[in-house]
C-alpha cells in the first residue's frame, strides 16, 4: 500500500516536474535565452500572489478599489493613529510625526513628514497598507485606508476636508515635497575624497579638541561592562 | 519605523561619570592592576578546577560563552527609539577581535520586531516581470547550487547620532551598527533565470515577512550581479534576529536592503519609492534637498581598542586595534595617527582583506602616560580616502543622518581612560 502510494506520488512529481521543465524550455525568453535552469520551485498561482501583491507605486499601480473621504479618515485616525502620532499628527512622545514641518528640511531641526518630506502620496499610502496600525498590521479595510491617508493629508493642508481619496483621485494629489530628491552624486560631488596623496606629516599646524560626547552624556550607563584594560 | 535617529539633543540628561571610572583610572598605571585574581586559584595553589572533574560532554549541547564573559552582549540605546520592536542594538565591537562577528552578536535593526517563522511555512514569492512567477520553499533555495561568502554589513545610519558631534562614550554606540560575517545562499541572479526576465525588466522590490513588510527597490543590475539569498551565516542557519530562515545579502550596500525574512521578490521596470527609501534612507543635504538611493557604504574604519568602553590598562607595549571596510572593493590600507591626525603611519592589515568584507588592523606603540588623540583612516582600492568629519559636513552638512563614515577620534588620558571627543 505504502509503496503503491510513494510510486504515485512519484509519477506524479515526474510528471509535474516534466511540465515545469517543459514550461521552462517552451516560456524562457531569447534574451535569457541560454541561461541554465534547475526545475526547482513551483509556479505562484495567481490567487497566491494577490494576497501578498498590495505594493502600489507612485503611478498608482496596485492600488485597491475602493475610496475614503477625509471626515471617515479622522474617525479612523482617532481611534486607531492619534495615540502615537498625535491628534494633530504632532507625534505622542517618540513616535514619527506625520503632519507638519512644513520649510523646515534645511533648518537647524528638519522635521520629516508626510507633508514636508515624502515625495509620492504612494509612499504613504503602501507603507500604512503594509504596516500600520503598528503592532496590528494590515488590520484596516481598503476603505478606511483611502480615509485615514485622507485625513493625514489633510493635516498636511495638501487637501481640503471636502477630499475623498480613491483609485481616480489618488492622481490628483501634489505632494510638496515632491521634486525634493535627487539620485546618488557622491562620486561627483564628493570627487575630493578620491584619489588624493594622503597627507602623512605635518598635516595641521595644531589640534584642538572642540567637542566632548561626556560633556554631553547621552551614553547608556552599566556599571559592569566598563573599565577593563586592554589586553 | 520610528525615526531611530532623531538628534540627541532633543533628549538631553545629564548624568554622573560612568560608574567607577576614577578607580580603574587609578589602578591603570600599575603593572598587573586588571587581572589581580583570587590568590587560591593562583600558584603555587592549585586551583579547584584542575582538582575537580568538570562538566563532561554534550551537557551544553549549544556552547555558549564562557559565564565570565557576560558583558559582552548587544546593547541598546533607549532614548533613541519609542520602542524596541522598531529600535536597533549594537555589536560590541570593543571585546571582539579579527574579521568575524559572532552570530549572535551582530547588531540587530527591526522596524517591526523579529519574525519568528516555522521553515515549513517560509515561502520564497518571485513574480511581477518574469516568465513564470515562481514559488520556492526552504528546501527548494537549499537545492541551488550555492556559494559562500565574507561581507560586512553596516547600517546606513552607522554613527547617524555624531553627525552633530560627539555624543556617545564607546565604539559600541558610534559604530557598533556593523557585522561581517560568512553567507551560504543562492545567487540572486539564479533564481531570476529560473522564473526567466521580461525584457522591460529593471527593477526588483525585496520584500520583508515582518509587521514592517521592510521592502526596498533594487536596481536590477545589482540583483543580477552579486546579490545571494543566504540562508546560513557562519555555517549555520540565520539566526531569527538575522532574518531566518532567509535574508538578501547585497554587498556593500547600507544594511537596510539586506532584506530580512525575505519573503517575495517582485520585478518591475521602475523603483517602488517605498517609505523607507523616501522618507527614511534618504540623505538630507544643507539645502533642504535629499539624496536618494545612496546604496553604497563608502569606506570607514574605527579603533576598537582602546575606546571609551575599553580603557588602557597599563603602559608600555599597547597594541592599537580597528576595524575597516568599503562598499566600493577591498580595503587598501588604514593609517592611524596618535596626534590627532597631525601624523599618520600605516597600520598592519592582519589576516584576510576580502572584497566588501571587514578588515581587522593593529598598529603598535609605546605608551607612556602621554595624551593621544587616536584616529584611523581607511583607503580603499577605488582610491576613496575616508574623510574627516569637517570634511564630509563641509559637503553634506549635519542633517543628513545616514552615511556618515567621518574620521573617528578617541582622546587617552594620562590616566587610561577613554573619550569620544571631536578635534578641529
Not at chain 1, 497598507?129 to 478606511?144: C, K, T, V
Request: net charge neutral; with cysteine.
Amino acid at each position: 500500500m505504502s509503496k503503491c502510494r510513494s510510486g504515485v506520488v512519484a509519477v506524479g512529481l515526474f510528471a509535474a516536474l516534466m511540465i515545469m521543465q517543459a514550461a521552462a524550455q517552451t516560456k524562457q525568453p531569447a534574451p535569457a535565452g541560454k541561461k541554465k535552469t534547475y526545475a526547482i520551485g513551483r509556479i505562484a498561482e495567481p490567487r497566491e500572489i494577490a494576497g501578498w501583491d498590495i505594493d502600489v507605486r507612485p503611478d498608482g499601480q496596485g492600488l485597491p478599489d475602493g475610496q475614503g473621504s477625509v471626515k471617515a479618515g479622522e474617525q479612523v485616525y482617532l481611534a486607531r493613529c492619534a495615540a502615537c502620532h498625535g491628534e494633530f499628527g504632532e507625534s505622542a512622545g517618540r513616535w514619527p510625526q506625520v503632519a507638519g514641518g512644513t520649510g523646515s528640511l534645511a533648518s537647524d531641526d528638519p522635521i520629516k513628514t508626510v507633508g514636508s518630506y515624502f515625495p509620492y502620496l504612494s509612499s504613504v499610502f503602501d507603507y500604512v497598507r503594509h504596516a500600520m496600525p503598528f503592532g496590528d498590521a494590515q488590520s484596516l479595510s481598503n476603505d478606511e485606508l483611502y480615509a485615514v491617508v485622507a485625513y493625514v493629508l489633510f493635516l498636511n493642508d495638501v487637501v481640503d476636508d471636502k477630499f475623498v481619496l480613491s483609485k481616480q483621485t489618488f492622481g490628483q494629489v501634489k505632494m510638496p515635497n515632491a521634486g525634493g530628491f535627487h539620485g546618488d552624486d557622491r562620486e561627483t560631488a564628493e570627487r575630493a575624497f578620491w584619489n588624493r596623496r594622503p597627507c602623512m606629516t605635518n598635516c595641521k599646524a595644531e589640534v584642538k579638541i572642540i567637542g566632548h560626547a561626556r560633556v554631553i552624556d547621552v551614553t547608556p550607563e552599566e556599571d559592569k561592562v566598563l573599565r577593563r584594560g586592554v589586553e | 519605523m520610528t525615526d531611530a535617529f532623531d538628534p540627541p539633543s532633543r533628549k538631553l540628561s545629564r548624568r554622573a561619570l560612568l560608574a567607577g571610572a576614577a578607580g580603574a583610572a587609578g589602578a591603570a598605571t600599575a603593572g598587573e592592576a586588571a587581572s589581580a585574581g583570587n590568590p587560591k586559584n593562583l600558584p603555587p595553589n592549585v586551583p579547584s578546577w584542575t582538582r575537580t572533574l568538570g562538566d563532561g560532554v554534550a551537557v551544553r549541547p549549544y556552547g555558549q560563552p564562557s559565564k565570565f564573559e557576560k558583558h559582552v552582549i548587544r546593547r541598546d540605546v533607549q532614548w533613541l527609539t519609542a520602542s524596541r520592536e522598531s529600535s536597533v542594538s549594537f555589536t560590541p565591537l570593543h571585546e571582539l577581535d579579527g574579521i568575524i562577528t559572532p552570530s549572535g552578536l551582530c547588531f540587530e535593526r527591526h522596524h517591526g520586531g523579529i519574525a519568528e517563522i516555522d521553515p515549513d511555512d517560509y515561502r520564497l514569492m518571485l513574480h511581477g516581470l518574469v516568465d513564470k512567477p515562481l514559488m520556492f520553499t526552504l528546501d527548494d533555495l537549499k537545492r541551488f547550487p550555492r556559494v559562500n561568502r565574507i561581507y560586512f554589513l553596516e547600517c546606513a545610519a552607522n554613527s547617524g547620532m555624531e553627525w552633530r558631534g560627539a555624543q556617545l562614550n564607546g565604539c559600541q554606540y558610534t559604530h557598533g551598527m556593523v557585522h561581517c560575517v560568512e553567507y551560504t545562499g543562492v545567487p540572486l541572479k539564479l533564481l531570476l533565470a529560473e522564473a526567466g526576465l521580461k525584457t522591460s525588466a529593471k527593477w526588483i522590490l525585496a520584500e520583508g515577512a515582518d509587521s514592517a513588510s521592510m521592502a526596498r527597490s533594487i536596481p536590477l543590475a545589482k540583483a543580477l550581479g552579486d546579490c545571494l539569498v543566504a540562508y546560513r551565516m557562519n555555517g549555520e542557519m540565520l539566526r531569527p534576529e538575522q532574518g531566518y530562515p532567509a535574508r538578501l545579502v547585497v554587498p556593500g550596500w547600507e544594511g537596510n536592503v539586506w532584506v530580512k525574512w525575505l519573503r517575495r521578490i517582485k520585478v518591475g521596470d521602475q523603483p517602488w519609492h517605498a517609505r523607507e527609501e523616501t522618507s527614511k534612507y534618504t540623505d538630507l543635504m544643507p539645502d533642504g534637498s535629499a539624496r536618494k538611493f545612496t546604496f553604497v557604504m563608502d569606506a570607514k574604519s574605527v579603533i576598537t581598542s582602546p575606546s571609551p568602553q575599553l580603557t588602557l590598562g597599563h603602559k608600555g607595549v599597547t597594541v592599537i586595534s580597528g576595524l575597516a571596510w568599503s562598499g566600493r572593493g577591498k580595503v587598501k590600507r588604514v593609517d592611524v595617527s596618535l596626534d590627532g591626525g597631525r601624523n599618520w603611519r600605516a597600520a598592519k592589515i592582519d589576516g584576510v582583506a576580502l572584497d566588501r568584507a571587514c578588515v581587522r588592523f593593529y598598529a603598535e606603540t609605546d605608551w607612556n602616560g602621554q595624551e593621544m588623540l587616536l584616529q584611523s583612516r581607511a583607503i580603499d582600492d577605488t582610491g576613496y580616502v575616508q574623510p574627516s568629519k569637517a570634511e564630509l559636513r563641509k559637503v553634506r552638512g549635519v542633517n543628513s543622518i545616514y552615511h556618515n563614515n567621518g574620521i573617528q577620534t578617541w582622546r587617552v588620558a594620562p590616566n587610561g581612560e577613554v573619550e569620544n571627543v571631536e578635534v578641529s
